[in-house]
């Protein structure tokens, strides 16, 4: 027995105008999609969490490693920094090995275009530093 005076308004209003609608049982589909919907908007979730994670991380350790890549997240972008950590480690490295390094998967002008991108971002960044 309800007491609330708001369900039994309610109650008496569904009684009066007779708008019953049947229950209908939720199916074993439809609740399957729910909980893969609340599992892909979680993993999301986390996955922008990391990347955000990741860029702070980046921007205190490599910060002239932004626009040096296009995507930030790419694997030729991921194993160059797996490769070469730090501004330090890529200063040191002539065209030739930032080339290899960057490899297959970019043509011979490519690379040269990111190699000589590469050194314009750090040797800016590093003249900044300097000053």
Do not use: C
Not at 49 to 63: G, N, S, T, W
Request: hydrophobic fraction near 35%; proline fraction near 3%; charged fraction near 25%.
């Amino acid at each position: 027995m309800k007491t609330d005076a708001a369900d039994a308004h309610l109650l008496g209003s569904l009684f009066y105008k007779e708008e019953f609608e049947p229950y209908k049982k939720r199916g074993q589909h439809l609740m399957n999609l729910r909980y893969l919907t609340r599992q892909h908007e979680s993993l999301t979730g986390m996955y922008v969490q990391a990347k955000l994670q990741f860029q702070a991380i980046l921007d205190q350790v490599f910060p002239e490693y932004h626009g040096v890549f296009s995507d930030l997240y790419s694997k030729v972008s991921l194993r160059f920094l797996a490769l070469h950590p730090t501004s330090k480690e890529v200063l040191e490295l002539d065209e030739r090995e930032i080339a290899a390094t960057i490899g297959s998967p970019y043509r011979t002008w490519q690379n040269g275009f990111m190699v000589s991108r590469a050194r314009s971002n750090l040797s800016s960044s590093s003249k900044a530093k300097s000053l």
